[in-house]
């Protein structure tokens, strides 16, 4: 069982001695993530971002639909304790801190600080209209929710998570796997948020964040996917059809399968 500091850095810390002391040698195949997760006590997100972490330090690389290989020259030495925060355990805190945040702005929005936030979001849809995204823009946006909060230290600590997150390796490294993978923001759930500042509705808008941030994760989910998930999820889809053919009322145009991420340690 590893530590419960920085759980995605000692998994990737374990796996880079093992590379280094060749118990995996260069463009071997690792052990899937289901497994990885099973033999250090974690959760696969977690593994995930030990995955992404060794991808930055040039010791693994990922294949689509085939897995996670080592790397045909290995670096000899690398310095795994320079490891930031990642991009799973910045966006848990992200969905905690401003989750709150939201539900306290509602209380305290004024319509020139909904008209503000509006004019943002209509950049943002420019951009996406020309297939492009501004970063700066995106925050600016949730800055300016947590600065309707009224509350001088939580605008800190959301402009201390998005800052962590910019000088992140892990997490700049994660967004270019976005970019490619051709995401691009929710314009539909940032428009769900402002409507319920508008609103003035605390538990919505408190909701609204959570989803919004909460997606965001199945998005890099999604984006820096592995055989495993791709696997897991056509047995999953197998077994729904044996359940709809068993039971003809289940409506299997009507249903879908959700993609839940779990963010235990």
């Not at 997606?215 to 077994?239: F, G, P």
Request: one cysteine or more; a negative charge.
């Amino acid at each position: 069982m590893i530590s419960s500091r920085k759980l995605y850095s000692d998994v990737a810390r374990e796996i880079s001695e093992q590379i280094q002391t060749k118990a995996y040698s260069a463009g071997e195949k690792l052990p899937s993530e289901r497994e990885l997760a099973e033999t250090f006590g974690v959760s696969r997100p977690t593994v995930r971002e030990a995955i992404i972490a060794l991808e930055v330090l040039g010791l693994v690389k990922t294949v689509t639909r085939s897995g996670v290989y080592v790397a045909d020259a290995p670096p000899a030495q690398v310095r795994t304790t320079d490891l930031d925060i990642g991009p799973f355990e910045l966006l848990e805190a992200r969905i905690l801190f401003e989750g709150e945040v939201a539900a306290l702005a509602a209380r305290n929005i004024t319509d020139e600080e909904i008209e503000s936030l509006s004019a943002i979001l209509d950049q943002l849809g420019v951009l996406n209209g020309r297939n492009d995204h501004s970063p700066a823009l995106d925050r600016a946006f949730h800055v300016g929710i947590a600065n309707c909060s009224r509350n001088a230290s939580m605008v800190d600590a959301i402009e201390t998570l998005w800052t962590m997150g910019e000088q992140s390796a892990l997490c700049r490294h994660m967004h270019e796997r976005k970019r490619n993978a051709d995401w691009r923001p929710q314009e539909r759930e940032h428009g769900g948020i402002l409507a319920a500042l508008a609103a003035r509705d605390p538990a919505q808008a408190r909701k609204a964040m959570r989803d919004h941030l909460s997606r965001v994760i199945s998005e890099i989910m999604d984006a820096t996917e592995t055989e495993l998930i791709t696997k897991a999820r056509e047995e999953i889809s197998e077994k729904f059809r044996g359940i709809a053919d068993r039971h003809p009322s289940i409506s299997r145009k009507k249903t879908k399968i959700s993609k839940t991420v779990s963010l235990a340690p």
